[in-house]
């Protein structure tokens, strides 16, 4: 079984607190919450792995901030 890098392991803390997130959005009926969590999460499971640097620079620079 692989090892987990130090970033891939902050990635699956931040699913694991921003999935609940994004449940209580939905649950509350605030679409604006509900839509900033979906677009700040979507991403993030295609970034567990990632060996491309920049991918996850512009993750956390741009998408995260948008």
Request: a negative charge; aromatic letters at 10%.
């Amino acid at each position: 079984m692989a090892t987990l890098s130090e970033l891939d392991a902050l990635y699956i803390e931040l699913l694991r607190r921003g999935l609940p997130a994004l449940q209580l959005a939905v649950y509350s009926g605030n679409d604006a919450w509900m839509k900033a969590e979906i677009e700040f999460l979507h991403n993030v499971p295609s970034l567990i792995g990632e060996d491309n640097l920049h991918r996850h620079s512009y993750s956390w620079n741009f998408e995260r901030v948008a």
